[in-house]
């Protein structure tokens, strides 16, 4: 293209032909502000009429019909003053422009200008609307949750962050993460869809509870997060938190189903827990997880000591994942005895864990821990397989009891461990009991009674524990032939003191013996309670008044010595 203007006609003729087929607007203009040549695709970007631009008008008229079709960027009068020549050649000092403008009329337009010595100019002019929005979609996509159209966690760092300014300026800022409570099993009983419309569900909730200022966002999964800043903290935070919990807690419908759940959540505050996004993100994180151990449906806000917690529990949980490999597990047995012979008749298989830096693990450390984190499945399979292969030494009569976890039973591949360990072993299946508390049958009622029917079918004995803690045992009872009931130690530990704990233990005695179910009852430390509940008709019992859990060669060698043909522990 020609650098300087053309002279003559046939000059501006050519010219004509060579831009009227550019995907792009074109349009020159001389020393004079007056226009050379432009083709149709400059009047059709800007919603011009073709017939009203002519060669020789003046760009402040060309501007003008642009402004009349609503073509323009910014003010119309601004717009037109800005545009005379000693602006556009201070704009154009090094000989280029490159520039785009979303114009009044809602396009979005790139133009490229291109100074020329005699002080005229040509500029292309692209119409890249699409492109933008195209652009700006993928951006949003990026930085928001497809499901709820919340910011995504990358948008909330980035809102910290230039919350922090603010905060550098004398402002106060809060970061509260949420979890939602019994989110999952909604998820596993009614399936995905219904928990999606239930995550959208929350998010609306948390948007018509926050102010404008505030931003929400949802982190992945069941967990969301909102920053609030320029309130005073920690009163802003706890107001903000009070209200989310009440919220969120309002029963839900979904295509006919009602749906309760809830939230937990932990807050940090700057700059007083942390001056950085991923710092006050942790720390807010450390303290929903003190609010979902305190019980749920609560808020609580970070507190130094947290951390160190924590990090204890992280050490716990990689040694925990390494105990298995190393052997460093063992089984304890504690005999169980009929009352009315004293004959032992089953061992209860319990968990010891000997770390060789911590010593003696309890179980109540570390149980817990490894049904969070899964574990509990891996240790639980082998826990099986040591009692049953354990139990083929001992005499023919007695059972081996294992406890079965909540997170075990929700495994479908329960039934196949059990089946392949009493074959691994040897073990006939009716000396094998495996032993279940009442928060397994709150989970999946109908899976797990198809669970339970398929291990009664192997021929695996299945018992009630911990019987009477809970709140709806007898309607399992009903629905569920168990074969042993389990009284807990709490009653047991009561009987000299408590009138209730006597009518408790007589009627579960009671019960047993009109359901034909074993009644055992746990954590019997004395003889007066152990005639006591011989007098209430229990059938078995274990505690520390018979034996404390021993390694199994010891206990063979106090209850099953291969000298004496039958060993009688209670007359």
Known sequence: MTTSPPTSEMERERLQALIAHLPQGVCMYD????????????????????????????????????????????????YLL????????TEFAGGNQELIQELANGLVVQMVTRLMKDGGWVSTHEDITERRRTEERIYRMARHDALTDLPNRSFLKESISEGLKR??????????CMDLDRFKAVNDTLGHPIGDQLLQEVAERIRSSIRETDTPARLGGDEFAVIQIGVPQPQGATVLASRLVEAL???????????????????????????????LLKKADLALY????????????????????VQARRLLELDLRSALAHK??????????????????????????THPRRGSVAPAEFIPLAEETGLIVPIGEWVVRQACKDAMAWPEHVTVSVNVSPVQFKNALLVPMITSALAWSGLPAHRLELEITESVLLQDTDATLATLHQLRALGVHVSMDDFGTGYSSLSYLRRFPFDKIKIDQSFVRDLGTNKQSHAIIDAVTSLGATLGMVTTAEGVETRD?????????????????????????????????????KTRMLS
């Open 290 to 309: 003190r609010a979902k151990l305190d019980g749920r449906g609560i808020y609580r806000f970070f507190e130094a000591e947290m951390d160190a917690r």
């Open 167 to 176: 905060v550098r300026r004398g402002d106060e800022m809060a970061v509260l």
């Open 31 to 78: 020393g004079q502000e007056r226009l050379i040549v432009s083709n149709a695709r400059y009047a059709e970007i800007y919603g011009i009429d073709p017939k009203k631009i002519r060669p020789g008008m003046l760009l402040i008229e060309v501007l003008e019909l642009r402004v009349a079709t609503g073509a323009y960027h910014g003010d119309p009068a601004s």
């Open 249 to 279: 807690a309002m029963p839900y419908v979904i295509q006919d189903h009602q749906l309760a759940i809830g939230c937990s959540i932990g807050i940090a505050m700057a700059p007083l827990d942390g001056k950085d996004a991923e710092d």
């Open 529 to 565: 309670q152990l005639e006591q509940l011989r007098a209430h008709g229990c059938t078995e019992v274990q505690g520390y008044y018979i034996s404390k859990p021993e390694p199994v060669e010891k206990i063979c060698q106090s209850f099953f010595p291969p000298s004496v043909e």
């Open 328 to 353: 460093e597990f063992a089984l304890h047995y504690q005999p169980i005895i009929k009352l009315d012979h004293g004959d032992v008749t089953g061992l209860e298989a319990l968990l010891r864990w």
């Open 82 to 89: 800005n545009r005379n020549t000693a602006g556009r050649r």
